[in-house]
């Protein structure tokens, strides 16, 4: 019933996915303007915002919006506005944001990543996937498993990503939660003046048709 009557190809859901339908500064119009009508306080709102851009820089891909949701809860921030700053993370700055995390972590862990195993970064998720299932198809057929691109995986990326992802992701969300309290704020009296001004209008032309003989 719900079913899109004109069923997109493989490659146009995936081209949607990197670059959506009236390009990435619409979406993020849209994300700006959905913000900016929160009726909670901008403090809240941006509260909401530093958990949603702050999950962004971590590994748990899939589970970004749970963890938002967690985080804005834990520091009293708003929900919907902790979805919407998962955003920040997407196609175009997930690798940048992976490179960041994992660059960090490996610095702070004092390791590196191996040259030896010629794999980009995305070569290891890749792997690690892969890993994970022919495995899992071995494991019920009875066969030998074989995980070490997994254990190249969380020592290489997955580890230093989660440790290296804690300051680049403190800095990036603190910067956009003081970016976003004066935004909010500015709108929301805005708006707010705009709702009075109509409600006078309302009345004031009301009073005038009751005024009539």
Request: glycine fraction near 8%; aromatic fraction near 14%; charge should be positive.
């Amino acid at each position: 019933m719900f079913k899109r009557r004109d069923k997109r190809p493989a490659w146009k859901v995936v081209v949607d996915v990197l670059y959506p339908k009236g390009g990435w500064s619409r979406a993020f119009q849209y994300i700006k303007v959905r913000l900016k009508r929160l009726p909670d306080p901008p403090e809240k709102v941006a509260r909401g915002i530093w958990a949603g851009v702050f999950t962004t820089f971590t590994p748990l891909y899939g589970f970004h919006f749970f963890i938002a949701i967690l985080i804005a809860r834990v520091f009293q921030g708003n929900i919907l506005a902790a979805l919407l700053g998962t955003f920040f993370g997407n196609p175009l700055t997930y690798i940048p944001i992976g490179l960041v995390s994992m660059q960090t972590g490996h610095f702070l862990l004092g390791t590196q990543l191996q040259s030896e195993t010629r794999r980009s970064f995305i070569g290891k998720f890749l792997d690690a996937g892969k890993d994970l299932r022919d495995n899992s198809i071995a494991v019920l057929r009875g066969e030998p498993v074989d995980w070490s691109n997994i254990v190249v995986f969380y020592h290489e990326v997955f580890f230093p990503y989660l440790v290296g992802g804690i300051v680049p992701g403190m800095i990036a969300a603190t910067v956009c939660y003081y970016l976003c309290i004066p935004l909010v704020r500015v709108y929301q009296n805005r708006r707010k003046g705009a709702l009075i001004a109509k409600l006078a209008a309302i009345k004031h032309k009301a009073r005038r048709k009751a005024d009539r003989p």
